[in-house]
């Protein structure tokens, strides 16, 4: 006889079949009011390395399995950057291009009121949320980082700091791609704020790289000789895209994937790399800028064909390294100090372990991240 209990009662699904493991979830926290429709959710994922930092994502499909997906790579990402910080996110489920700013006012801060007592979770900015949302949050909260600096914030959007640490990622990166930084030719996909920082500071003339293509959304450009950086940065500056650049051949925006370059510096979209274009994909490194530009079969392919990735959360730390620095009430010289010094020795470290122990650079990352996390974890009291 079947009659049992587990026979008669449906099987549910918990939260915790779904997401935990030995690292986290410490906390998902759901925050409603429905006199302005509030409708918000906090992951703090791992907080024994220090109170989580991570931002605060506002769409309209946000979801709690997207906030935690993306707290548990802000845990391993600060872990691997080596800042006081665990990992956790938020979301709050609302259009910011359809609501007004007065609106968006209101739920900010009525969020921010809901995580007061949040103290291991220190809120930035991601998508649909900016340094103003920063500032509505540390008027109610006393807590954010990515502020204005007229309340003490480093601006790492302005300063370039993920752009500056994927340069500094390349110059420890280039002799496991057996590529030399100097005179190397470089292709950026999307050519935003990570996008135009990367060229830059891989221009300057202590790494002397060339950009030869550059994508936003309006197409590719491709000049073998070499970009004017300058130039094609006042033309977006004033608005325009980068098929505004005169001195170059116009390609389509998907032509970014057969252009020839040593180094690919993708910093767009999720998932532009996959199993069905990796293969194409003509250069020796591959810099992460954008968060999960490849897919995890497109990472094995190019892992196979012996190109080197870097992947994103060790590549694109400089942003929430500098937001650790500001948190801490350091300056912007500081933060370019830091980012120099943890980016050169975190990518170096991943690459060697990848190298001596032939694992893909983001199982190496992930293996220091994790053991870094376990022993933050293991001074915590027992029960
Ligand atoms: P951005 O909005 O300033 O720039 C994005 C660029 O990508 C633009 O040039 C846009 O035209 C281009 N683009 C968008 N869709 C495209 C498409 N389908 N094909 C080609 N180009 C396209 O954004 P950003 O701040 O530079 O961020 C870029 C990526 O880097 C995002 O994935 C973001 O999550 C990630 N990231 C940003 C930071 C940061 O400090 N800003 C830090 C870590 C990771």
Redesign the pocket.
Known sequence: MSNTLEAVAPVQETMFDRFADEFGPEKIVYIYEPRCNLRGIVVIDNSCIGPAIGGIRMTPTVTTEEVFRLARAMTWKNALAGIPHGGGKAGIIADPRNISLAEKEVLIRQFARGIEKLNEYIPGPDMGTDETCMAWVRDEIRRSVGLSSVLGGIP??QIG??GYGLAVCAESAQKYADVELKGATVSI???????QHAARYLAEPSRGSILVSA???DGTIYNPKGIDIEQLVAIMKEGG?VTGYKDAEKLD?DAFIDIESDIFVP????D?ITAENAHRLNCKLILQ???IPATKEAEKILYERKVLSVP?FVA?AG?VICGSVEYHGGTKNQAFKEIKEKMIVNTRDVLQKAKDENLTPRAAAISIAKSRVKEAMSYRRAN
Request: charged letters at 15%; aromatic letters at 4%; proline letters at 4%.
């Open positions: 790492l959007d700091a993920t996909q999307g050519f935003g704020n990570v996008g994508t936003d959304v895209g925006r910093a767009a979209q999720p532009v800028g954008a968060n994103d694109n942003g």
